[in-house]
């Protein structure tokens, strides 16, 4: 069951990164289900060719290509054979991300380089990328999925938080430059999602289970909950929306003191 009608992205060629796993194969396989042409990309190509035959059985048109964000040419490699097996791109979804909960003291060197490099250098990557190969003449939607922390401190999490923090800013950068080409730009930023390898690596370190939540909502979220704020994003409901980076996460991130009033 869907709130959106299924035909609203008919006609419409998705580029999702790191679509074969997580909330991204399930960004991916929403948008299929609603009409999307779909080109999933990641680093490990078994995963890539599960998720699109698994998205294909469903019905789905789903090309894959292997693809690191951080690598330049890959990322182009990617976009070019997007538009050339589909005629264009007219979505772009960046989530591809890397995370491990450490504290500060704990991450490498090399390891908070990694992260950076994957989450914001790449974001950037595939949108120069894409915005160069084809939105910039035709137009289209970015949807950039960071995390709720740039407003606040969070442990086990500094170099997630300071690439995440990069994605916003250049989420809100984007979306002035690229408005008169008639490109939307936003975020959605997810909280504790549900049957995620994220949630899995954080919940042993902070004692979080998926059995209940901390937040004002009282439970945890699941995948399918980012896949249609994304949907939302790219819908006309959303064509006046642009800049903006949307917390998917029952309210964790504008609860600061974590107290609970008794219910009446």
């Given at each position: 069951m869907?709130?959106?009608?299924?035909?609203?992205?008919?006609?419409?060629?998705?580029?999702?990164?790191?679509?074969?796993?997580?909330?991204?194969?399930?960004?991916?396989?929403?948008?299929?289900?609603?009409?999307?042409?779909?080109?999933i990309a990641s680093r490990k190509q078994e995963n890539l060719e599960a998720a699109s035959k698994e998205f294909e059985s469903e019905g789905l048109e789903c090309m894959w290509v292997p693809c690191d964000v951080r690598e330049a040419d890959q990322v182009e490699h990617v976009v070019r054979e997007t538009v050339r097996r589909f005629g264009g791109l007219d979505i772009l979804v960046n989530n591809a991300a890397g995370n491990f909960p450490a504290p500060i003291t704990g991450i490498s060197y090399n390891g908070f380089k990694s992260i950076v490099d994957i989450d914001l250098r790449g974001t950037y990557n595939v949108t120069k990328a894409a915005f160069e190969a084809t939105l910039k003449e035709h137009g289209g939607h970015i949807v950039n999925i960071t995390a709720p922390f740039e407003g606040v401190g969070v442990a086990m999490q500094a170099h997630v938080a300071a690439a995440k923090s990069g994605v916003d800013s250049l989420t809100r950068?984007?979306?002035?430059?690229?408005?008169?080409?008639?490109?939307?730009?936003?975020?959605?930023?997810?909280?504790?999602?549900?049957?995620?390898?994220?949630?899995?690596r954080f919940s042993s370190v902070a004692g979080e289970t998926e059995g209940g939540s901390s937040c004002p909502l009282g439970y945890i979220g699941a995948k399918q909950d980012i896949a249609n704020a994304v949907l939302f994003l790219l819908s006309d409901a959303a064509a006046y929306v642009t800049g903006q980076v949307i917390a998917v996460d029952g309210g964790v991130s504008v609860d600061m003191l974590k107290l609970r009033l008794p219910k009446d």
């Open positions: 869907t709130t959106f009608c299924n035909d609203i992205l008919n006609g419409k060629v998705a580029l999702v990164t790191g679509g074969a796993t997580g909330i991204g194969k399930e960004i991916a396989r929403t948008l299929g289900r609603h009409g999307a042409r779909l080109c950068s984007c979306a002035v430059e690229f408005g008169p080409y008639g490109i939307r730009v936003n975020a959605v930023a997810p909280g504790a999602m549900a049957d995620t390898e994220g949630m899995a």
